[in-house]
């Protein structure tokens, strides 16, 4: 049994092993210490809040399951390896999105994106305030939805989350090549996007 003092909290790898032991709380400990981390993931690829709650909890029941599977060697692991969990996860989740028909609630509509392009124009020409932040993350969530959602998932952790592209490399798997030209596609993408309405 892991021996805490008083005011200390048990590390991840002292609450898995916990769990393995059969104490449920201690996975509630992890979910609680890690569900932001993987919120944060799934935001990368899915624009809605629900789509993001169902990532957080599918990561979480296939965390829960694999945890046997869960060997960590530092302090970061358990954050790292649920990460993958959860990017494995957005990824099934996009596989099954694509077999079903396109949902259009997240498309710029030709008026929509030049009503928000005139508001940015207007609010940018006086003092940054409230609305002009708000107009602003709302007209990028808005293009960022256009992207396909890996693209979408890179450009947010390399600009949002300041992640390194060898960074990024390590949470999806892939390559440090193909993280550049999803990066650069993905812009190229958004600037055609706005030549439309500027």
């Known amino acids: 049994m892991d021996t805490l003092q008083p005011h ?15 104490d449920e709380a201690a996975f509630e ?14 935001a ?36 790292a390896w649920l990460s993958q969990i959860a990017v494995n996860a957005a990824y099934d989740e ?7 028909p396109q949902n259009s609630e997240t498309n710029l509509a030709g008026e929509e994106a030049l009503g928000l392009v005139s508001r940015v124009e207007r609010v940018a020409s006086n003092e940054p305030d409230i609305e002009s932040s708000l107009v602003s993350r709302d007209l990028a969530a808005k293009l960022l939805a ?34 550049k030209v999803r990066a650069h596609r993905a812009r190229l993408s958004l600037r055609r996007v706005l030549r439309k309405y500027l």
């Open 94 to 100: 996009l596989r099954r999105a694509r077999r079903r």
């Open 44 to 79: 990368r690829f899915f624009p809605q809040r629900e789509q993001v709650e169902e990532i957080v909890q599918e990561a979480f029941v296939k965390a829960y399951f694999a945890l046997d599977s869960y060997a960590g060697a530092h302090a970061s692991s358990f954050g």
């Open 29 to 42: 400990k992890l979910f609680e210490r890690h569900r932001l981390r993987v919120a944060r993931v799934a």
């Open 8 to 22: 200390e909290e048990p590390t991840d790898d002292a609450l898995v092993r916990r769990v393995r032991a059969g």
């Open 146 to 179: 256009r992207l396909e959602p890996e693209d979408r998932a890179v450009l947010t952790m390399l600009d949002a989350d300041g992640l390194s592209v060898a960074e990024i490399s390590e949470l999806t798997g892939w390559t440090n090549s193909k993280v």
